[in-house]
């Protein structure tokens, strides 16, 4: 029996990780939850059917709404961003599903590392932030990082068996987005709902929009740069509307190897939860006759600038990457507030990126105040542009 803590549990990895183990009840158990704590009722349904040990969330009055609803015995209680890191070093899990959206994952994942448990990474932007010293936290203690983003799953079951002395490069797959049609000049009038309409995959709002800017897949290069320890230029984006391959490697000899299945999050989430084995996944399975068709593009770095920033913070290293999420967290939730334009999201990160520190980052300490500063500068910059207070 897998014991699981589950952060972002009422989020859309999260939901499906559950239906996963509800699906595989002598395999796993849920021994931890944490969510940010807007939907209590269904975090007390949560807790009624998986008996979880402990629950963190963010905000303590849902907390407390939560202990009003269960009914002895309950699990253990916690609160606000110490309980997230609490719960993911004091509870003996054998596996910790990092899946909280942004920022707000990087103690509680660190925390995990730190304890030695194994983890099951969707939560995409702690890499970004803090990679060099995320990996290398986990090198020290012998901790599996296991991919759960779909193309880094595919990814590394493509390096499997192999040498990596061999990799010549990375190819990541990305479907472009509902805006891969769109022409540049008609981006500036696209409204949050256009932007939520995603082609292939069912998630979040803050990865949909991701999705649509192209920032996802400039994240997901970093991720990998991180996951795989390949050069920055190792990793290349192919634009590939139908989503069936979910990412390739090449290797020296030119030979390419792919990963192909139907868009489901349950299955790299299954592969995480049971590597090195795999299970049947109770998914619809991959007709290549029905699907007819797959067609591969060069993204249009032009129309999408967040490629080319994402690719720059990359190899400036240091606060650049930190920057770059925290405007691009900043931004995606005025865009979503509609607060700003589509194509300011991108003109917000840019700004931040040439005020970012420059250096090497030397601890997750400094990573959080770098993270907290660039907030509130990306916040004052768009109060300004709305003309309210300055920064
Ligand atoms: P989501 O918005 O659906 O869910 C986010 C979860 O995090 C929720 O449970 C929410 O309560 C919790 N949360 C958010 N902020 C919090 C805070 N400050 N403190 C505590 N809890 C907080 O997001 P999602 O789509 O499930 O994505 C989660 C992560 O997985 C993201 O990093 C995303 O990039 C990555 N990812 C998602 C998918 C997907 O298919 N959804 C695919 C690949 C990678
Ligand atoms: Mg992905």
Known sequence: MKRITLLGATGSIGLRTLDLVSSFPEEFSVVGLAARGSNVDRIADMCRKYSPQAVALLDVESRDQLARLLTPPRPELLA????????????????????????????????????????????????????????????????????????????????????????????????????????????????????????????????????????????????ARWLFDVAPDQVQVVVHPQSIVHSMVEYIDGSVIAQLGVA????????????????????????????????????????????????????????????????????????????????????????ALTDAPTGPLASIEACVAIDADARRAVQGAIDVRRGGRTA
């Open 264 to 351: 489901d999050m349950g299955v790299p989430i299954l592969y995480a939860l049971t590597y090195p084995e795999r299970r049947p996944t109770p998914a619809a399975r991959l007709d290549l006759v029905r699907v007819g068709q797959l067609t591969f593009y060069e993204p249009d770095a032009d129309k999408f600038p967040c490629l080319r920033l994402a690719r720059a913070a990359l190899e400036a290293g240091g606060a650049a990457p930190v920057v770059l999420n925290a405007a691009n967290e900043v931004a995606v939730a005025a865009f979503l507030e509609r607060r700003i334009g589509f194509t300011e999201i991108a003109e917000l990160i840019e700004d």
């Open 80 to 223: 606000g961003p110490d309980g997230l890191v609490a719960l993911c070093r004091d509870v003996d899990a054998d596996i910790v599903v990092s899946a909280l959206v942004g920022g707000a994952g990087l103690l509680p994942t660190m925390a995990a590392i730190q304890a030695g448990r194994t983890l099951a990474l969707a939560n995409k932007e702690t890499l970004v932030m803090a990679g060099a010293l995320m990996t290398a936290a986990a090198r020290t203690r012998s901790v599996k990082l296991l991919p759960v983003d779909s193309e880094h799953s595919a990814v590394f079951q493509c390096l499997t068996g192999h040498s990596r002395a061999d990799v010549h490069r990375i190819l990541l797959t990305a479907s472009g987005g509902p805006f891969r049609e769109t022409p540049k000049a008609h981006l500036a009038k696209v409204t949050v709902e256009d932007a939520l309409q995603h082609p292939t995959w069912k998630m979040g709002a803050k990865i949909t929009i991701d999705s649509a800017t192209l920032m996802n897949k400039g994240l997901e290069i970093i991720e």
